[in-house]
């Protein structure tokens, strides 16, 4: 993302804990700065991508960061998949510091940060969004306001539940046509003529699954947050939901089969019984 940004024209400057992420970034012509504190006080905008909302929120409130700037406003576009509840408070907490907050957790992938043609949903105030606009744009193909602060993450999880779900689905209808005789690569061929596609269908099983790589750059790990965090909601807001808990079960019972640092597209595989 930081290099789509460099691309559009924007003078990038960045920090990562992990030195092997700077090498790749400065590559592209992003200016590392030597702490969090230099970003946060030198940028005109803040893009956050982060494993956790808790990270989020001690690098948005870090002391002597952006809660001390009063030279402009600054919109922080967080990009990372949060829960609703934390980018509400961190929203008001930097609204009070006359700054803006967009929860805008996004789909795509690596491919698609790279292109800069990442699925962007947003949450948060529309005077926020309007300052935000290019910075939005250079990272997206699509960009859907959605609603207020909390939006966008609702968003999110909604997505990766349906995504969780279909990936254990997906792998089972394969197992099934194969355990019958009919090859996964022909029964895909009419999946993905007719009603039962999806994007894991579509495309993760043909370019990751199929050839057995399982190297798309999200983490089973990542997924498991994820889901997490959707029982997490489901919970709180009193919604009963019987098929996403067994989901939300199963990506934790494979843990032991399916490590956090695997890539998640190995539950979609049809050749070992992963679901038990």
């Known amino acids: 993302m930081a290099a789509s940004l460099v691309r559009a024209g924007f003078g990038v400057i960045g920090t990562d804990l ?30 956050f991508s982060l494993p956790y909302a808790r990270d989020v929120e001690a690098a948005a409130t870090a002391p002597g960061g952006l809660l001390d700037r009063r030279d402009r406003k600054v919109i922080v576009i967080d990009t990372s998949t949060s829960d609703p509840g934390t980018s509400r408070r961190l929203a008001a ?14 789909s795509g992938g690596p491919s698609g940060a790279a292109a ?3 699925t962007m949903m947003i949450g948060g105030s529309e ?40 990936l254990i689905t997906t ?16 029964v895909l061929k009419v999946v993905n003529a007719a009603t039962g596609r999806s994007a894991i269908s579509e ?23 994820d889901v997490g965090l959707a029982a997490d909601l ?8 019987p098929l996403s808990a067994e989901v939300a079960r ?21 050749r070992t019984d992963r679901t038990t």
Do not use: C
Not at 203 to 224: E, K, N
């Open 234 to 241: 489901a919970q709180e807001t009193g919604t009963r939901l």
């Open 171 to 186: 792998g089972e209808a394969m197992r099934l046509s194969e355990a019958a005789g009919l090859p996964a690569e022909a």
């Open 93 to 106: 907490r930097l609204g009070e510091a006359g700054h803006g907050l967009l929860d805008a957790p996004v």
């Open 18 to 47: 992990d030195e092997a992420r700077r090498a790749p970034a400065a590559a592209a012509g992003v200016r590392f700065m030597d702490s969090l504190a230099g970003v946060l006080h030198g940028a005109d905008a803040l893009v």
């Open 116 to 118: 800069g043609t990442l």
């Open 250 to 270: 199963i990506w934790q019972a494979t843990r032991d089969r399916i490590a956090d640092t695997d890539d998640f597209t190995r539950m979609a595989d049809h």
């Open 127 to 166: 005077a926020d969004l309007a300052l935000a606009q290019p910075v939005v744009a250079a990272l997206s193909g699509t960009a859907i306001h959605v609603g207020p602060s909390g939006a966008g993450n609702i968003a999110k999880l909604v997505n990766n539940m349906l995504v969780a779900a279909h």
């Open 203 to 225: 495309a993760m099983y043909p370019r990751w699954v199929l050839p057995g790589s399982f190297d798309s750059g999200f983490s089973a790990g990542l997924m498991r947050k």
